[in-house]
């Protein structure tokens, strides 16, 4: 997210992580073997609205993404990115082991902006994508065609549709908007 080596990523994805962890990535992030911990400063957390902001050294030399200025539109094509399925590990001494690490991307479209609360409290600044992010997706971008991040996938939405006595699921994709990201990074002086 920025050259001084902060991320951001979906709350719900650190929950249960103890403090000062070191993460052990055995795969590529995202084309890059880290062989190291990477020790990782919370900056900003929030868990009502699903919401982390971390610090990495930046040395490792991360990749920064460029983020959107503008409000994504109903209608436009975006893709969720992510590393779905990892297998994690949390090892005696504090480090965490992410293995079988895979990149994953899904192209789709916004459907609709929506106010999502969550049963756990959660509540979502967000739109609604046609299609959902594999499980292990969350806290990924989700791109433009023009290469911006417009958001950070975080949840699947399901309802129920009966149609003339036939009963159907519909699933979809939820992601924070990052003009709603943005305005908290500044309340805070963050970036």
Not at 52 to 72: A, F, H, M, R, T
Request: charged share 20%; with cysteine.
């Amino acid at each position: 997210m920025s050259d001084d080596g902060l991320f951001l990523t979906a709350n719900h994805v650190i929950t249960g992580v103890p403090p000062n962890s070191r993460l052990l990535y055995c795969g590529s992030v995202p084309h890059k073997i880290l062989n190291q911990p990477v020790e990782i400063k919370e900056v900003y957390s929030d868990k009502v609205k699903d919401i982390y902001i971390g610090q990495v050294d930046k040395s490792i030399g991360l990749p920064k993404l460029e983020l959107s200025k503008e409000k994504v539109k109903i209608g436009q094509s975006v893709c969720l990115c992510g590393y779905p399925l990892a297998q994690i590990f949390l090892n005696p001494d504090k480090s965490i082991n992410v293995i079988n690490v895979r990149k994953y991307w899904q192209p789709t479209h916004v459907i609709d902006y929506y106010r999502f609360n969550e049963p756990d409290g959660r509540i979502y600044e967000s739109f609604i994508t046609q299609h959902t992010s594999l499980n292990g997706m969350s806290g990924g971008p989700v791109f433009g065609t023009d290469g911006l991040v417009y958001g950070i996938d975080v949840a699947t939405f399901t309802r129920k549709i009966d149609h003339k006595n036939n009963p159907m699921t519909v699933h979809n994709g939820v992601a924070i908007e990052i003009l709603y990201i943005s305005e908290i990074l500044k309340k805070h002086n963050i970036a």
